[in-house]
T-cell receptor, first 113, second 111 residues
Framework: GENVEQHPSTLSVQEGDSAVIKCTYS??????FPWYKQELGKRPQLIID?????GEKKDQRIAVTLNKTAKHFSLHITETQPEDSAVYFC????????????FGKGTMLLVSP | ETGVTQTPRHLVMGMTNKKSLKCEQH?????MYWYKQSAKKPLELMFV???????ENNSVPSRFSPECPNSSHLFLHLHTLQPEDSALYLC??????????FGEGSRLTVL
């Protein structure tokens, strides 16, 4: 089955800095890669996703890149703000009919004012 | 109420108790899921129901028993649990393909 590795487990940055979280996956058939954000005590929520037919996707201060050859994808957050502090999860799935995602272990991002 | 709602939000039970977690989705989705979230571990998929039929059961111990009476409701029946079962149990729903919408979770503590 699919295996997703996520690094780092914890990331501390100063407000205004950029943050990068990296994930690798094992199954070359995976073609859907979402990122979820979970604030303390809250539910995970989708913030951005990418499919294998594109290499990069941006939404304001967040972007995701995908390298299918190397089987890795990354989340980039620019101009970080304290409200970006949360746990971020990457995931991968084969879009075979319904959504069964394999998640990474998560990265706790701490943004200091 | 919109989205995915879970009750109770917090539950403390002894190892001999029987309790149930409830999930309800108001999004018109066809698939519902139970995930287990433990500290420093990936989200673990437990069960998937697609159009009320169970399609995934990821080697979950029989002390966890799911029930899906219709496409809007999902239960997780708990009996003779172990302390290591203490975790946040997240319900989610989605269309057949697409974004997972999670509930706020039920924090379970087994004494």
């Amino acid at each position: 089955g699919e295996n997703v590795e996520q690094h780092p487990s914890t990331l501390s940055v100063q407000e205004g800095d950029s943050a990068v979280i990296k994930c690798t996956y094992s199954d070359s058939a995976s073609n859907y890669f979402p990122w979820y954000k979970q604030e303390l005590g809250k539910r995970p929520q989708l913030i951005i996703d990418i499919r294998s037919n594109v290499g990069e996707k941006k939404d304001q201060r967040i972007a995701v890149t995908l390298n299918k050859t190397a089987k890795h994808f990354s989340l980039h957050i620019t101009e970080t703000q304290p409200e970006d502090s949360a746990v971020y999860f990457c995931a991968a799935s084969i879009n075979s009919g319904y959504s069964t995602l394999t998640f990474g272990k998560g990265t706790m991002l701490l943004v200091s004012p | 109420e919109t989205g995915v709602t879970q009750t109770p939000r917090h539950l403390v039970m002894g190892m001999t108790n029987k309790k149930s977690l409830k999930c309800e989705q108001h999004l018109g989705h066809n698939a519902m899921y139970w995930y287990k979230q433990s500290a420093k571990k990936p989200l673990e998929l437990m069960f998937v129901y697609n159009f009320k039929e169970q399609t995934e059961n990821n080697s979950v111990p029989s002390r966890f028993s799911p029930e899906c009476p219709n496409s809007s409701h999902l239960f997780l029946h708990l009996h003779t649990l172990q302390p290591e079962d203490s975790a946040l149990y997240l319900c989610a729903s989605s269309q057949v393909t697409g974004e997972l919408f999670f509930g706020e979770g039920s924090r379970l503590t087994v004494l």
